[in-house]
């Protein structure tokens, strides 16, 4: 069964950046469809970027700040966080799915453990 793992969270300025990992191990996620969710406290979790095939897809709320990217070699997929806003604190997500690679979080079938992303002065 494969794993996904995240890094790289933190707390950050608004304003700042931060890239978020999320390294995949022990299955054949280099053909899978990938993206990344976050959830905020009290609120559902939400959609922000995929990967898939070389197209990629963001959430209204990121479009323009976030970049999601991918490197095959290293089984690693990224999201470079920019412009961050306090708004953008939640925990981040990983996930992976051999089909599907919309905004659906309960289409996925591979999620990671998540990373905690802290916009704050």
């Known amino acids: 069964q494969g794993q996904l793992v995240e890094s790289g969270g933190g707390l950050v300025q608004p304003g700042g950046s931060l890239r978020l990992s999320c390294a995949a191990s022990?299955?054949?996620?280099?053909?899978?469809?990938m993206g990344w969710f976050r959830q905020a406290p009290g609120k559902e979790r939400e959609f922000v970027a995929s990967?898939?095939?070389?197209?990629?897809y963001y959430g209204d709320s990121v479009k323009g700040r976030f970049t999601i990217s991918r490197d095959n070699a290293k089984n690693t997929v990224y999201l470079q966080m920019s412009s961050l806003k306090p708004e953008d604190t939640a925990v981040y997500y990983c996930?992976?799915?051999?089909?599907?690679?919309?905004?659906?979080?309960?289409?996925?079938?591979?999620w990671g453990q998540g990373t905690q992303v802290t916009v704050s002065s």
């Open positions: 996930a992976a799915d051999p089909e599907y690679s919309g905004s659906s979080w309960n289409e996925y079938d591979y």
């Open positions: 022990g299955g054949t996620f280099r053909r899978y469809n």
């Open positions: 990967w898939s095939g070389g197209r990629t």
